[in-house]
């Protein structure tokens, strides 16, 4: 299990949110950093820490995309190769963020269209950026019939839920996967299990986790849950953003998980 680090952006300032509460320029904040994306960029470099995202909170029609984008160019120029981009990722615009640095593009909503994959847009994207250099985001939100795909900053349902035929059928598009549990992202409140469970069970492409990671005993039941499978995110809960988690210690336990 490793370690991966955010870096989310929100009117043009790194930010902690709680997941799904956001909405064009507003947004419900646990933290807001004096610091700029450059200076925790620069921090992952040094400590080694690779393939963490950098999440542009804003879309192109918010008054604030500009401020964001910026930013986040700058996080990429600052650890070349080492973090990957996401928010509101196109083939138009893809090429801009790998040559600015990314490993990877995100990419989410431009892949559905009505609530299903358009598999002609998806073809384009693992074209346009080459599906070694592709990360699929599936966030989730826990519905009846599963966990639901979420798209347009966690806004709309699809039809598309989360479960092992799925990540069969899009592995062969992309290189990873990232997956937010929308219900406890940003709330510290204890992980997805059953989720973590799921992903821990398919293990066939790198996947990372994001949501409810609280405390070093969240680290432990995710490494378990996960079959040691399952890399994580921590946003909220880590120390530089405010929160109780120490990130020395959080690089650290990771990397114990990583020899075990």
Request: charged fraction near 30%.
């Given at each position: 299990?490793?370690?991966?680090?955010?870096?989310?952006?929100?009117n043009g300032k790194v930010k902690q949110i709680v997941g799904g509460s956001l909405n064009r320029e507003t947004a419900q904040e646990n933290?807001?950093?004096?610091?700029?994306?450059?200076?925790?960029?620069?921090?992952?470099?040094?400590?080694?820490?690779?393939?963490?995202?950098?999440?542009?909170?804003?879309?192109?029609?918010?008054?604030?995309?500009?401020?964001?984008?910026?930013?986040?160019?700058?996080?990429?120029?600052?650890?070349?190769?080492?973090?990957?981009?996401?928010?509101?990722?196109?083939?138009?615009?893809?090429?801009?963020?790998?040559?600015?640095?990314?490993?990877?593009?995100?990419?989410?909503?431009?892949?559905?269209?009505?609530?299903?994959?358009?598999?002609?847009?998806?073809?384009?994207?693992?074209?346009?950026?080459?599906?070694?250099?592709?990360?699929?985001?599936?966030?989730?939100?826990?519905?009846?019939?599963?966990?639901?795909?979420?798209?347009?900053?966690?806004?709309?349902?699809?039809?598309?839920?989360?479960?092992?035929?799925?990540?069969?059928?899009?592995?062969?598009?992309?290189?990873?996967?990232?997956?937010?549990?929308?219900?406890?992202?940003?709330?510290?409140?204890g992980i997805e299990r059953e989720l973590v469970s799921l992903l821990g069970g398919w293990g066939k492409k790198p996947v990372t986790y994001?949501?409810?990671?609280?405390?070093?005993?969240?680290?432990?039941?995710?490494?378990?849950?996960?079959?040691?499978?399952?890399?994580?995110?921590?946003?909220?809960?880590?120390?530089?953003?405010?929160?109780?988690?120490?990130?020395?210690?959080?690089?650290?336990?990771?990397?114990?998980?990583?020899?075990?």
């Open positions: 299990m490793e370690f991966r680090p955010c870096i989310d952006i929100h933290f807001v950093s004096e610091r700029d994306a450059a200076f925790y960029a620069k921090l992952y470099q040094k400590k080694g820490i690779r393939g963490g995202h950098v999440i542009l909170l804003n879309s192109a029609r918010d008054g604030y995309y500009k401020e964001t984008k910026e930013q986040a160019l700058a996080a990429l120029r600052a650890f070349p190769g080492g973090l990957q981009a996401g928010g509101g990722i196109t083939p138009q615009n893809a090429e801009e963020y790998l040559k600015a640095g990314a490993s990877h593009v995100i990419v989410t909503s431009y892949v559905f269209r009505e609530g299903k994959i358009d598999f002609d847009r998806l073809k384009e994207m693992k074209e346009c950026a080459g599906a070694d250099r592709l990360v699929l985001d599936v966030s989730c939100k826990r519905k009846e019939a599963g966990y639901v795909i979420m798209t347009d900053r966690w806004q709309k349902e699809t039809q598309e839920t989360v479960r092992e035929e799925l990540l069969d059928m899009l592995s062969g598009y992309c290189d990873e996967f990232l997956i937010h549990a929308v219900d406890v992202e940003g709330k510290s409140q994001a949501g409810g990671v609280h405390d070093f005993e969240d680290l432990r039941l995710l490494q378990k849950l996960g079959n040691g499978k399952v890399h994580v995110t921590i946003g909220s809960a880590l120390s530089i953003f405010g929160g109780s988690m120490d990130f020395e210690e959080v690089v650290k336990a990771c990397g114990d998980c990583e020899q075990e």
